[in-house]
């Protein structure tokens, strides 16, 4: 079975400054994706970022990027210039390339950009 | 922009009562989900749908629950005898297929309270 942890219940971080959120899964599969989702308090699921397991180059989307380190099963998320609308739960989730695709996701971290 | 449409936004029942959750995945997506978030906790897979079957179902994903697609948009989940551990959170999610298959999209969830 599949795992995802986040380790970091709570983070908070000044307005314009960098955060890293940590991300480690478990699994067997040799090919799969990663997610992060952010919750805002209106607690709709939005997608932030995909890695695909077979892809070395890191995904990035605009100020959000990923550190995918295979061997150690590890997928942060980079955050640069914090906006205040970046404050929310943030997801990290994993799916195997087969069949049905569901989404396996960690605990969650709870993000707080100080203005 | 296409989106997940969900309805009601909130849902106030008796324990004992039955309750249809009902969704609108977008229009050329293929696979459907629901998924639980029980309040504070992770978001939990329950089930996954595809070609008018259920492909996956998890543990949680009962005799009490059943999931239809009664015609070429709606799909719907419902609880038979609802039960307080049954309050939560509850995501429709859709996604395309093929290439583009791992990217599932959330709807803004149905809010499940159950008195």
């Known amino acids: 079975a599949q795992t995802v942890t986040q380790s970091q219940p709570e983070m908070s971080v000044q307005e314009a400054e960098t955060v890293t959120l940590s991300c480690t899964y478990d699994t067997s599969e040799n090919n799969y994706y990663l997610f992060w989702y952010k919750q805002p308090p209106s607690r709709q699921m939005i997608l932030v970022i995909r890695?695909?397991?077979?892809?070395?180059q890191n995904a990035t989307e605009n100020r959000f990027s990923v550190n995918f380190q295979k061997a150690a099963k590890s997928f942060s998320l980079k955050i640069s210039d914090s906006q205040l609308g970046d404050t929310a739960m943030y997801f990290c989730?994993?799916?195997?390339?087969?069949?049905?695709?569901?989404?396996?996701f960690g605990t969650g971290t709870r993000l707080t950009i100080i203005p | 922009e296409p989106e997940v449409t969900q309805t009601p936004s909130h849902q106030v029942t008796q324990m004992g009562q039955e309750v249809i959750l009902r969704c609108v995945p977008i229009s050329n997506h293929l696979y459907f989900y629901w998924y639980r978030q029980i309040l504070g906790q992770k978001v939990e897979f329950l089930v996954s749908f595809y070609n008018n079957e259920i492909s996956e179902k998890s543990e949680i994903f009962d005799d009490q629950f059943s999931v239809e697609r009664p015609d070429g948009s709606n799909f719907t989940l419902k609880i038979r005898s609802t039960k307080l551990e049954d309050s939560a959170m509850y995501f429709c999610?859709?996604?395309?297929?093929?290439?583009?298959?791992?990217?599932?999209?959330f709807g803004a969830g149905t809010r499940l309270s159950v008195l």
């Open positions: 890695q695909e397991a077979y892809k070395q």
């Open positions: 999610a859709s996604s395309e297929g093929g290439t583009a298959k791992n990217i599932q999209y």
């Open positions: 989730a994993f799916t195997t390339n087969f069949g049905n695709e569901k989404l396996t």
